[in-house]
């Protein structure tokens, strides 16, 4: 949702300058009619402004409510990503003065929460505002917005302030819980279609391990990675591996190779053009001579082929002139390409 903030949105300024001042204004009253700490509500009305404008200032124009909310099997992914980690810093200020603001931690957290399912139920509703509805977005604001509570409650404690809540915050925080989830879960469940969330995010530490693994052999021991994403869509759990010398992919966690290809190191190298011409029984020599580095990639990389199957041979019909080996029939059936020197450089299963 913050990312709009990053585009050259200029009336965002504008809309945040007027928010503050409004609420700015509102908290200022509020404070000396109730004995509020002035200052730390000011600094949540200038958190709240911040956030309104970040997450629902108009960034598009023309069409309608997207009506649909993005629902993620492991939200928390978003945390991996330079935008959750932006939503994530949106709400610790919300939570880090609300806590000192209002004197009551378990109703700021329960504040935080509900503006958080309220926001993104918005997105998900207002029409032509070009933001969306995301469960990971969610958790990123979550997973701020209680870190600031926290933070919060460490500075009541070191001012010798209570911070356990007594049955009046209970119920109030109660209160507030239902104002705000009833209606959220009923337009998210009548309103509002679920989707699955797509994207893509940072690899962890054991995923970069069996990156570098695979890397290591296909492309040699020496082969550098260079960068590491998992990819998430219905249906596809991947990591996409970007080394020195070409780039693989491999399904996610049972590490099947979906694809790989060489990057020539030759800088005299012309990929994508027309080989020499090479007569048929040269050609199809060549090819036999590199069979068997073919049959041993499709051994190691092809758990589900029977053994003993015989791959159709297309000599110098694979990329740059190299040996096509094609391992089944049918336009799905994985194809491996070989070149002269027996170096596989190329591999593609079917999605």
Request: charged share 15%.
């Amino acid at each position: 949702m913050i990312r709009a903030a990053l585009h050259g949105n200029t009336g965002m300024i504008p809309a945040f300058l007027v928010l503050a001042l409004l609420l700015g204004t509102a908290g200022h009253l509020a404070a000396r009619r109730r004995g509020l700490p002035r200052w730390a509500v000011l600094l949540l009305a200038v958190a709240l402004a911040g956030e309104l404008a970040v997450t629902l200032y108009p960034t598009a124009t023309g069409g309608g409510a997207a009506r649909v909310c993005a629902w993620s099997g492991d939200p928390w992914l978003a945390l991996r990503t330079e935008e959750g980690r932006l939503n994530f810093l949106l709400y610790l200020p919300i939570g880090l003065f609300a806590v000192p603001a209002l004197g009551r931690p378990l109703a700021a957290a329960g504040g935080v929460l509900a503006l958080g399912a309220a926001t993104e139920t918005a997105q998900g509703m207002l029409p032509s505002i070009g933001r969306a509805c995301d469960s990971g977005d969610f958790a990123c604001n979550a997973a701020g917005g209680l870190l600031g509570v926290l933070l919060g409650c460490v500075v009541l404690l070191a001012r010798r302030r209570r911070i356990a809540p007594d049955r009046r915050e209970w119920r109030l925080t109660g209160l507030l819980a239902a104002a705000v989830g009833v209606p959220v879960l009923l337009l998210q469940s009548a309103v509002l279609s679920p989707t699955v969330a797509t994207g893509a995010v940072e690899a962890d530490a054991e995923q970069q391990r069996l990156a570098r693994q695979d890397a290591a052999l296909l492309f040699g021991p020496d082969a550098r990675v260079i960068r590491t994403q998992r990819f998430l869509s219905p249906g596809v759990d991947q990591l996409s591996v970007t080394v020195d010398r070409g780039f693989l992919t491999v399904d996610w966690p049972s590490g099947r190779l979906r694809d790989f290809e060489t990057v020539s190191a030759d800088p005299g190298a012309s990929p994508g053009a027309e080989p020499p011409a090479v007569p048929a029984e040269q050609a199809a020599a060549a090819a036999q001579a590199v069979r068997p580095a073919a049959d041993a990639f499709a051994a190691r990389w092809l758990p589900d082929l029977a053994p003993g199957t015989e791959p159709a041979v297309t000599p110098g019909g694979g990329q740059d002139g190299s040996h096509r080996f094609t391992y089944g029939t049918g336009p799905g059936a994985p194809a491996l390409d070989v070149d002269s020197a027996g170096r596989p450089v190329r591999f593609g299963l079917p999605n």
